[in-house]
C-alpha cells in the first residue's frame, strides 16, 4: 500500500495550510472518538512518481495552552504509529519554541525518519537566516518553506519521497 506522511507541529504554524497546499482537492475527513483531539484527515497525494497518504493529524487542537503540548503528543504518538515519514512542522515568526523540542525529541527517539520544515518563509531574502536557529533541535537541516505562498513545496517533496 502506498507510503503515510504525517504532519506534526504546534497549533498555528500552518499544517492545515501546508496539507491543503499539497491535497487540493483530495480531501476526506476520518473521525475517531467524538471530542478526542484524535480525528484525522486525509488526502492522496503525487509528487513525481510517487503517490502517497498526506496526514493532518492537528484536526482539533486545544485552545488552552495546558493542553497544547498533550494534544502534541497525541499527534505525534500517531505519527510515529502510522506514517512511514514524518513532517515535522515549525514556524520561523513563532521562532524555535519549548514545545516543539519537547515534541522534537519524541519524534527523534521513534527513529521514523523525520523532515524538519520550517514554514511562513515567505521571504527568503528576509526570514531565511532565522531559520538557522531550527539546526539546535539536532535533527539536521531545516526546509524552509511558505506553504500560503506555495514556496519551498518542491524541494520539501523532494526531501520526503527519498524515504519512500
Ligand atoms: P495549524 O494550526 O498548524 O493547522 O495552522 P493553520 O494552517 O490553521 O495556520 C495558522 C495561521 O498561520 C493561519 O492564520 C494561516 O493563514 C497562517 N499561515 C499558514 N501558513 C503560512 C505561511 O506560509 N505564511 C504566513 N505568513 N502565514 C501562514
Ligand atoms: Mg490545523
Redesign the pocket.
Same mark, same amino acid.
Given at each position: 500500500s502506498k507510503p503515510i506522511v504525517a504532519i506534526v507541529?504546534?497549533?498555528?504554524?500552518?499544517?492545515?495550510? *501546508?496539507f491543503n497546499a499539497l491535497a487540493g482537492e483530495k480531501i476526506s475527513i476520518v473521525k475517531d472518538t467524538p471530542g478526542v483531539t484524535r480525528d484525522r484527515i486525509y488526502a492522496d497525494v503525487s509528487w513525481l512518481d510517487y503517490n502517497f497518504t498526506l496526514i493532518?493529524t492537528?484536526g482539533i487542537?486545544p485552545d488552552s495552552s495546558d493542553m497544547i503540548l498533550k494534544s502534541m503528543r497525541e499527534q505525534a504518538q500517531i505519527a510515529i504509529d502510522t506514517a512511514d515519514v514524518i513532517i515535522f *512542522?515549525t514556524d520561523v515568526?513563532q521562532g524555535l519554541l519549548d514545545a516543539d523540542a519537547k515534541v522534537c525529541d519524541m519524534l527523534r527517539r521513534s527513529g521514523k525518519p523525520v523532515l524538519l520544515v520550517v514554514?511562513?518563509v515567505?521571504n527568503f531574502d528576509k526570514f531565511l537566516m532565522d531559520t538557522y536557529e531550527f539546526y539546535n533541535l539536532g535533527i539536521g537541516d531545516p526546509i524552509p518553506?511558505?506553504?500560503?505562498?506555495k514556496l519551498g513545496l518542491g524541494d520539501m517533496l523532494d526531501e520526503v519521497v527519498k524515504h519512500f
Open positions: 507541529g504546534r497549533p498555528n504554524v500552518g499544517k492545515s495550510t *501546508l493532518d492537528g487542537e *512542522l515568526r514554514n511562513k515567505d518553506v511558505s506553504a500560503a505562498s
